[in-house]
């Protein structure tokens, strides 16, 4: 009776263990979806042109002030707002041109910065930078020929999202 039990046991956390591992794959649909969107951005250059949230949070919680906003493009930093960003693929880093307005850390006109695409479990993904050039991880939601749109996770629980556009 006891190795009845235990093979039970055993065959219950094989198909338990099992079950974990499958929710580790990664969907072919979100292996493609990140092949096609490095061929999308190689080469181009892109700015930011939009910046919002799906649910109204309060952007700036250190104001003194409780806003509850979903337009979030007044909260975007000058520096940021005239960047131009390409992307290159040979050597997995954006290459980011400083125009009129420059961050105060960083006095070169051009500098370089690493990023990366993939997907995971959780879907396609763009190891990009936040608003000070350090690394931050976006997920991609959709792009084309002229744009890109991706977001991150904002504690509260809505997603904050970025809109870029190709610059002729």
């Not at 979100?30 to 700015?47: V, Y």
């Not at 104001?63 to 975007?76: A, H, R, S």
């Not at 997920?139 to 996770?153: K, P």
Request: aromatic share 14%; proline share 1%.
């Amino acid at each position: 009776m006891k190795i009845v039990t235990y093979l039970a046991v055993a065959l219950i956390a094989t198909g338990i263990l099992s079950s974990c591992k499958k929710g580790d794959d990664v969907s072919a649909e979100d292996k493609q979806k990140a092949e096609d969107f490095k061929a999308n951005i190689s080469a181009k250059q892109f700015r930011l042109v939009n910046y919002w949230s799906d649910k109204a949070i309060d952007y700036d919680e250190e104001d003194g002030e409780i806003k509850q906003e979903t337009d979030l493009w007044p909260y975007v930093s000058n520096w940021i707002k005239d960047d131009l960003n390409v992307f290159d693929l040979n050597t997995n880093k954006v290459t980011i041109t400083q125009n009129t307005h420059k961050y105060a850390n960083i006095a070169d006109e051009t500098f370089t910065r690493d990023f990366s695409v993939g997907a995971d479990k959780n879907g396609a993904y763009l190891n990009f930078v936040n608003y000070q050039y350090e690394p931050l991880q976006y997920r991609i939601v959709e792009f084309n020929a002229n744009e890109f749109t991706v977001y991150v996770d904002w504690h509260s629980g809505a997603k904050v999202f970025s809109k870029f556009q190709v610059v002729q």
